[in-house]
């Protein structure tokens, strides 16, 4: 779980620098054929699977804490966990986006999109796009809309302490 946290947080981060070097520009994001379009889509599934398989062993690990604490500590590991710095933002809907919600909704997203950041090199000059280490999140919950927009760098950080608060009391 930290090796994947490690390397999503990386990619969020990194991903501006990296399309810098190959000089990548927008184009289809489903054409293998193109730099870009491959690059979209090895971001795209490694953002999708690391995210669903982190989010599905933390709300198992979650509930099995409740073995051992009650339900108010469990949710306050989880706001510790945050702390000051936000996960992300809720466009739509009326939540709070813990780190107990946030894996919710990843679970049962039924759209993720990839925020895409636009950038110019000065020297040599050329413009490219990246992934700003964002993800758009929709679907619905007993007929309401949602949307979330997650910071996956933020995230990651928040989900890393919330893991090491959880082994203390879950075994991995």
Request: a negative charge.
């Amino acid at each position: 779980m930290h090796q994947q946290l490690f390397r999503l947080s990386h990619l969020a981060i990194g991903s501006k620098k990296y399309a810098q070097k190959k000089q990548l520009e927008r184009g289809d994001d489903d054409d293998t054929q193109s730099d870009w379009g491959t690059y979209y889509i090895h971001i795209r599934n490694a953002v999708s699977n690391d995210l669903i398989e982190l989010a599905t062993k933390v709300r198992v690990a979650q509930d099995a804490m409740l073995d051992h604490l009650e339900h108010c500590e469990v949710q306050e590991i989880d706001a510790g966990s945050i702390g000051e710095t936000p996960i992300g933002t809720v466009l739509s809907g009326s939540f709070r986006l813990t780190i107990r919600e946030s894996c919710n909704k990843i679970i049962h997203a039924k759209h993720v999109d990839l925020g895409i950041g636009t950038s110019r090199n000065a020297k040599p000059a050329f413009r490219y796009n990246y992934w700003n280490g964002h993800c758009k999140l929709r679907g619905a919950q007993e007929g309401q809309s949602w949307e979330i927009d997650l910071n996956i760098f933020e995230w990651c950080q928040s989900m890393t302490a919330f893991a090491e608060e959880m082994s203390q009391y879950v075994e991995w």
